[in-house]
């Protein structure tokens, strides 16, 4: 079955430019990346403005942060002391590291800091509290299959997708 609009179970095909504060931090290059709309693989006000949209639409969103990766929260910073920090002399400010929790639960966080004592880990999302402008061109629209489906995302999701935020050098 062809489709001619965006809804959910449908996998685009976009191209895209990100910018924050009028500074381009992603784009895509000559590869569009692909996601499942309604499958929460992209932010939620891209999806909600991607909707009924068709293969050779443009349009520019800006998205403040409730739309997009949420408000910065100052709650989620948390200060380690260093000895407990598995591998710390590795670290460099910066840097994403995936850390585990008592209960086994791993967690992405962001080193904002390091001192001789201390390790501060900012479980943010790199573009928490920013306000967002998409550039976007819907490049294909295909039916998703079912095993896409099942899985909640593409085969090919993550290769340029925005759940690489982890590559973002803020």
């Known amino acids: 079955m062809a489709v001619d609009r965006i809804e959910d179970g449908v996998v685009v095909s976009l191209n895209y430019v990100l910018t924050v504060d009028g500074e381009e931090i992603a784009r895509t290059d000559g590869e569009p990346m692909d996601y499942l709309h309604g499958a929460e693989n992209i932010v939620p006000g891209l999806e909600k403005a991607l909707t009924g949209k068709r ?46 929790d008592e209960e086994g639960y791993t967690y992405l966080a962001f080193v904002r800091d390091l001192t001789p004592d201390t390790v501060v880990l900012d479980y943010n999302p790199p573009l928490a509290g920013k306000t967002l402008t998409y550039d976007v061109e819907v490049v294909a629209l295909r039916e998703a299959d079912e095993e896409e489906l099942a899985h909640g995302h593409p085969h090919n999701f993550g290769d340029d997708g925005f759940e690489d935020d982890e590559d973002y050098d803020f």
């Open 55 to 100: 293969a050779g639409d443009r349009i520019t969103v800006t998205l403040p942060p409730s739309e997009a990766y949420g408000e910065y929260d100052e709650d989620n910073i948390e200060e380690l002391d260093r000895e407990d920090v598995p591998q710390a002399d590795e670290l460099e400010k910066g840097m994403v590291i995936e850390v585990e």
